[in-house]
């Protein structure tokens, strides 16, 4: 996620050549960005007509399913490429924000090479790849499985032409073909190095997957760039693998039909903030709490959990409820500082409530049911927001509230009329996976109806020239996200076949401690991973192998991920690598430096949770139905 804060300078007007190029890149762009939209739009459309037909007029659509399954990988291709144009795929920019002007253009110039090395390795195998995909004929629709398969080939070209005209426009040649050259000169050295390579053994993990892709993350290269060169690079330098199986691996990571609710439940946030939705619900708490002392702060807390139970995406929750509370925060005398540590933190508590993109994941990847973890990861969410609260409650105990008036009960009950259809929507969403009305990608669909209806009619809210740029925000968005699994797919396969899985399942399974030395590991390292490679990568790369360690030494797989995500989301959410920090300060438009010393202490209680939902299972799956 590329986040910067500081005001970009004003940029003079472009001629001749450079004029030419940002034509074309226009032109590409719109070229790109409307058939996305477009596969956002038809995918509900597929998605909740299936839903009608099975549940309504009791005659499933068969060959629903297995279209948007079609669809999914075209959007997720070219959502990958609205992505990469607008600089949207999740980098590590920590490192690279401190760096000086002129080698922060390198580095930059950099990121752009490595996606050139990265698309141009993969375009042969993406075509060869589809050609194989001719002879496999679908069951359904019974048409070739290349019409499916091409989105690959195609989005990698297009992704190469964005490449080049990125650095045919750069106003300074020096910077791309520095960039260049450290490429070719790393390119002719692994393959120089290639007969020694291949001696190493598995010391090639080290130099690949934890060097290498180290370098390239802290460097600013994309997550999912630094993934798949690295898994390219080992499997091609140090194995027989042809080329060819690394886009297989990540059409299989990407090929969930699960994940389709990633792009769905994304649309479904946006929806929430634009029809005014998120705002009825904060009012409401605001009436209930405005009056207590950190009344606010406590209305934080509540409204983050309420907006996660129906949005799904971080940045959207955090963009729904910052820009409501925080001028009424500041004028009651509210520090910028702690403003933002706490809206990072609720960023950070709010991970398990569904149904969030990382337990969408984690159920894609490991095989734990959906309804499972969407049934475990509310009480969760409640413990760590009672630690905040409490330290809320702590350090807010002296404020003067004499110039603060209470709000009657009428009003009070005006508020909750209004926010009654909003509150009920994470109700609605929950009822129809139980009650079997849609499976966890549908019922999104539902979500999104119910928003459109109630913006439409409730709130009486709804922008239409808003909906085709969050029709491509939703593209771009998910197109990153979806791109990183299918890359950490292919990396966690390459780890499989090292016979790295087996070696690290014995020694957690030897462990001191039992379950809880497990819990408590898996903890720690998942803090760590969550700081660096942000959560749905360090999922998809070590669920599949931990997952199994924790069912062997007794552990509740839905009890190990409410573990996993919560420690994930303090690493995200913490500073100085933890990505969602810095997202949370670019929403609110407060500088980093401000947050840094309050959120520790929100940091710690954040950990204290954690404590008590490992060292407590019940609180994961106590409410679980029993088979």
Known sequence: MHLELAEAPAVPALTGRRAWLKGLDDALGHLVEIPAAALVVLEVVVLFAGVVSRYVFHQPIVWADELASILFLWLAMLGSVVAYRRAEHMRMTALVSLASPRTRAFLDAITLVAGLVFIGFLLHPAYDFAAEEIFVQTPALEITNAWRAAALPVGFALMLAISVLRLAESPDWRAPLGALVLAGLVVA????????????????????????????????VPIAFAFGLSTFAYLMLTTRAPAMVVVGRMDEGMSHLILLAVPLFVFLGLLIEMTGMARAMVGFLASLLGHVR?????????????????SGSKAADMAAVAPVLFPEM?????????????????GAQTETIPPSLVLITIGSVTGVSITALFTGGLLPGVV????????????????????????????IGRTLVIAIPALALPFVIRAAVVEGVATATEVSTIGILYAILAGLLVYRQFDWRRLYPMLVATASLSGAILLIIGA??????????????????????????????????????????????????AIVLFGPLLFPIARAVGVHEVHYAMVVILAMGIGLFAPPFGVGYYAACAISRIHPDKGIQPIVG???????????????PWISIGFLTKP
């Not at 009651?332 to 609720?346: N, P, W």
């Not at 009672?386 to 008036?405: A, K």
């Not at 929100?602 to 407590?616: D, E, P, R």
């Open 384 to 411: 760590l927001g009672v630690t905040l609260c409490l330290l809320v409650w702590w350090r807010y105990r002296h404020e003067d509230l004499s110039h603060v008036r209470r709000a009657t009960w009428g009003e």
């Open 602 to 616: 929100y940091i710690l209680a954040m950990i204290v949770g954690l404590v008590v939902v490992i060292l407590v």
């Open 294 to 310: 950190g009344g606010l702060h406590y209305v934080l807390v509540g409204a983050m959990y309420l907006v996660s139970g129906i």
């Open 488 to 537: 950490a797919t292919g990396m966690a396969w390459a780890l499989t076949q090292s016979g790295f899985s087996q070696k690290l399942a014995v020694l957690m399974t030897g462990l001191p401690g039992g379950p809880l030395g497990f819990l408590v590991v898996s903890a720690v390292a998942f803090i760590i991973l969550g700081s660096v490679l942000e959560g749905i990568p």
């Open 330 to 346: 500041k004028a009651r005398g509210a520090k910028e500082g702690d403003l933002v540590a706490l809206l990072a933190a609720t």
């Open 189 to 220: 050295g692994l393959l120089l190095a290639e007969p020694t390579l291949r001696t190493l053994g598995n010391w090639n993990l080290v130099l690949f997957f934890v060097i290498g892709v180290g370098a390239l993350v802290f460097s600013g």
